[in-house]
């Protein structure tokens, strides 16, 4: 705490001078919100990013097999979900079928939902997310050259085998640039778990500029963090796809 | 050189979908989505109504069609809004994204910030961050101005779709093949010249379907208005569950039926934006 106290001096020394009132770098009640605010903005974009990758992969998978079934319910689900407001998405979860959904009680008696506005909040928005990954891998997979595929057949390759060991991996590689862009979008909307009261960074933010009265530096911080987040997405993402190319494939 | 928000191409959901040869025909998707979703709504409702301890005075469905005049009410308001933000976000996103290929290297990067900056925020802290900031009254002079929720709503909407616009327009001068710039200056056309009458008319064709997309993606997130108090149609979902006794089991129908009416606006926008992809990708 004590390299930090130089920090927490000088901001408590740019609020007495300038009235530039950043409390989360001095106010130890306040730092410990926004630093938890943020790590649940980090946890719930990491499992909304993993939940989301494999609810594409999965619906690529529906729209390609021969059940015509599989394939309209798959094609529902993403036109649905891509035309509606994410936020009613969120609301339509939390509120409705977590009223239909059975309540346990907990020990001071009181109704307890049985999946917390976190859960929600993640299969909302891994869903939603989701279905827009379905897209960019149905678009990763058009791209393989269907000589690709018939090679594949002609090696023996069963259909799931070419699936998982053929079409996977080389559509994965086209669609990567597409998939990173959505996946922002994805960190981006996981601000409206704000409206069910999860209390990730915006939540927390929201408090403490409705105690402290700083809402021009928390938005700046806001913004600065944000930024970051998205910012270390796009390296890793980037990394991800240099260490995967393969020469000859794609540009 | 490809340092933190430089996005190598536009935005998944801006991206004209399935560029590359279709080895199927694309299952078109046809009015049965939309009957999917009425039955969606008809089983949350038939579900609710059976899993209802406590019986109520009127059907859900008799509930629904008593408050759809409120809901449409605040629906028409989303449009509103989506239309003006739109407009306003086009017009200055233009105007952005011609900065982005300007040729003086301060404008170009001044752009660049800006663009990166409102792209990579997220709506809703866009959107506080409005509401918040804005004055609720202005005065320019003699002339009095206020700023209703609603309309601060417009601008806090209205600056990510800026960006996007900017990013769409960069993209559609950028797919424009350098022989045409190369041509048009060996015919002695100046810059602005080669620019307006000969990029920018080949492009525009381009940019039209990421852009109705854009509209897309800017009407379903008109609803985060409800958070800032913009009395919109999930704010007006949320009062008539209150007039109707705040029974839970009305929660999922009146949302379910909030989402089928944004899919039956916003779902032929979808497919007019294909039909546009489709058609300029024969004739380009």
Redesign the interface.
Known sequence: MNALAPIADWFRHLNATTGINFTVFYDPFDATRFVHGLWVTIELSVVTIIASVLVGVIGAWGQGVKSAWVRGVTWSYVELFRNTPPLVQIYFFFFGLSAVLPHTHNGFGMAQPLIGGFAWASISLALYAGSFNVEIFRSGIEAIPHSMLEAAEALGYTRRQTYLNVILPLGLRICLPALTNNLVNLIKTTTLAYAIAVPELLYVSNQIWSDAENVPEMMILLFIIYIILVGILVALMHWWERSLRRPGLGT | M?D??V???????L?P???????FAL?R?TI??GF??TA?LLI?AS??QA?NPAPLQKSIFATLVQWTPLLLRGFLLNIEISFLSMAMGTILGIALGLGLVAQTKPLRQTSWALT??FR??????LL??MI??LPYHMRIGGLHISLPDWLKAVVGLGLPVMANVAEIVRGGVRSIHPGQWEASESLGFTRNQQLFSIILPQAFKRMLPPWMNLY?ILT?????A??VGVNDV?TR?GQVLAAAGNN??L??????Y??LL??IY??PV?IATRRLERRTKVRI
């Open positions: 490809s933190l928000p996005f190598p191409k536009l935005p998944a959901a991206r979908r399935a560029r590359a040869g279709l080895s299952p998707l049965w989505h999917g979703l969606l949350c579900v609710a899993a990166q900056f990579n925020a997220p709506w809703l802290a506080f961050f918040y900031l897309a379903t997130n008109t609803t985060l409800s958070i999930v979902a839970p089991g929660l999922a129908p009146v949302y379910a909030v989402l944004f899919f916003t779902y979808a």
